[in-house]
């Protein structure tokens, strides 16, 4: 939530905002005071995170600018630091900057001892909002920008340690055989095949989430692209809110034990998974055909997956999927994408058929693409996510009324924010982080398959990560949050 104090400094980025875009703003003539000049609250944030690094306290889920390494972005950010020529599109990306820097501080302190609070976290505050509002002027500040490379979630050195340019050809018959087998599971199943299965469609707390007409969404997208210079889809806290309810997703799950209940984190201390279903959400962008296009992430978890046999390389403790809903310019599903949280088993499932699968020669691992039928009449809002028990694969879709998601619920899940995975609090009562410090990954979910499949450079492979730390390909290099990724792999005819 934005407090007074950002709130403030919104405020006064917009009067900034107007001043370069010919906006009628009468200036103040009262200038805000405070103890922290801009030279002395950059050595000073400067400082606090050199202090925090070292200490291995940082969260993963954006990466520090050089030179201002108390500016934290995420991918999509980064692939926007060559346009940002003009001050209106500094000031909208600026603005964005600070709601990923302030939340990531926000964190950091809250994970922190509560001394370490008293004496920082307003100063932090204060000194994060001052120095953001000066930075839209600061060339050396967009000179350092354009020097930034995002680091990837691979680790080059294991990768040539390990042969990969020769031990890459022994993971293709792997891939090949859960690409075929997936397929052929998929296409044979439904949500009404799979025994003991659980229904958990979302709980409704939203008023009028379940009126939203097509009139209405497109409305929300065409003001949100027309109010920022990069002409991003940012929607309202209270649109996005009923926006993730309209598009959730209807889990039909195979249940074969309590390892097959999508639940709440919480750390013991360490991470398990309650028995009270809840969904994860999360907004993201992919850049794709010239626009910027919302993404809705549904994210579920389960205790474990467990072990099939002795010689099982894939259980361990925790699992879970993320589910993806990019929407078109106007708010309209134009495909699905899914991963386990460990970042495998990546798969897409586009809903137009004017989306076409671009032809890459010599690729090793080539994305998993299933088509689905696709209603003739209508485009339902909601979809029933088929599920099995166990390895918790996804084996089916299908298109769903919204009035009839009750009637066939066995129990609803409400949703929380993936942010609260970030800070989550301990028996002692202090708070700290699902994720670890390095790579972003869940400590005590390694998986044995890591022995195997270190050559690839993915940290720990199998393990469960944090968002921005997904890397979904063993041969080759791709990450889940990469703006381009539809780019890369779609053309729109």
């Known amino acids: 939530m934005i407090n007074i104090k950002q709130a403030a400094w919104l405020i006064t980025l917009y009067v900034l905002y107007c001043s370069l875009t010919g906006c009628s703003v009468q200036p103040s003539t009262k200038q805000a005071t405070t103890p922290y000049i801009e030279s002395k609250c950059h050595s000073y944030l400067t400082e606090q995170y050199h202090q925090l690094s070292q200490q291995h306290t940082m969260d993963q889920q954006t990466q520090p600018v050089p030179q201002y390494p108390y500016v934290r972005i995420n991918r999509l950010l980064a692939s926007y630091i060559y346009t940002l020529d003009t001050g209106p599109r500094r000031t909208a990306w600026l603005a964005q900057a600070y709601q990923e820097t302030n939340k990531a501080w926000e964190i950091d302190v809250a994970n922190l001892p509560k001394s370490y609070q008293t004496l920082h976290a307003q100063k ?17 500040f967009f000179s350092a920008l354009r020097e930034f490379r995002y680091p990837d979630a691979y680790i080059s050195w294991r990768q040539w340690a390990g042969l990969y340019p020769l031990t890459q050809y022994f993971l293709v018959p792997g891939i090949a055989a859960w ?7 998929f296409n044979q199943s439904s949500v009404t095949t799979l025994k003991n299965t659980v229904i958990y469609p979302p709980e409704q707390k939203v008023p009028s989430a379940t009126s939203l007409s097509t009139d209405t969404i497109q409305s929300w997208f065409r003001h949100a692209y027309q109010n920022n210079a990069l002409q991003l889809p940012l929607l309202r806290p209270e649109q996005l809110e ?6 959730a997703p209807v889990w ?9 209940t999508p639940g709440e984190v919480v750390l013991t201390p360490q991470p398990t998974v309650s028995n009270q279903p809840v969904t994860y959400t999360l907004t993201s962008m992919t850049r794709f055909h010239g626009k910027a296009l919302l993404q809705l992430n549904y994210i579920i978890w389960f205790k474990e997956r467990p072990a099939s046999s002795i010689l099982d390389i894939y259980s361990g403790n925790l699992d ?15 495909i699905f994408d899914s991963i386990h949280t460990c970042g495998c088993y990546h798969t897409f499932f586009p809903l137009s058929e004017r989306l076409q699968t671009k032809q890459v020669t010599n690729q090793l691992e080539p994305p998993l ?13 909601r979809w029933a996510i088929s ?3 166990a390895e918790h694969h996804i084996t089916g ?20 924010s993936y942010n609260q995975l970030r800070s989550l609090p301990l028996p002692s009562g202090e708070r700290k982080s699902l994720f670890d410090e390095e790579f972003g990954i869940v400590s005590t979910t390694e998986r044995a398959e890591r022995w195997i499949l270190w050559p690839s450079g993915v940290p720990s492979p199998g393990a469960m990560r944090q968002w921005g730390n997904h890397a979904t390909l063993f041969i080759g290099q791709r990450h889940f949050d990469d703006p381009y990724l539809l780019s890369q792999l779609f053309r729109w005819r």
């Open 242 to 247: 009923k926006l993730f309810y309209h598009y």
């Open 124 to 140: 932090i505050d204060s000194c994060l909002q001052q120095t953001f509002s000066k930075l839209v002027d600061n060339d050396q």
């Open 252 to 260: 039909s799950i195979q249940k074969q034990g309590d390892y097959d």
């Open 397 to 416: 879709i299908q298109p769903l009324e919204l009035d009839t998601t009750a009637a066939k619920a066995d129990k609803a899940y409400t949703l929380q």
């Open 179 to 185: 690409h075929e087998e997936a397929s052929q599971q």
């Open 320 to 334: 879970g999927v993320i589910w993806r809903v990019t929407l078109t310019e106007k708010g309209k599903p134009l």
């Open 369 to 381: 693409i299933i088509p689905i039928d696709l209603p003739k009449t209508s485009h339902p809002a």
């Open 387 to 389: 599920i099995s028990s």
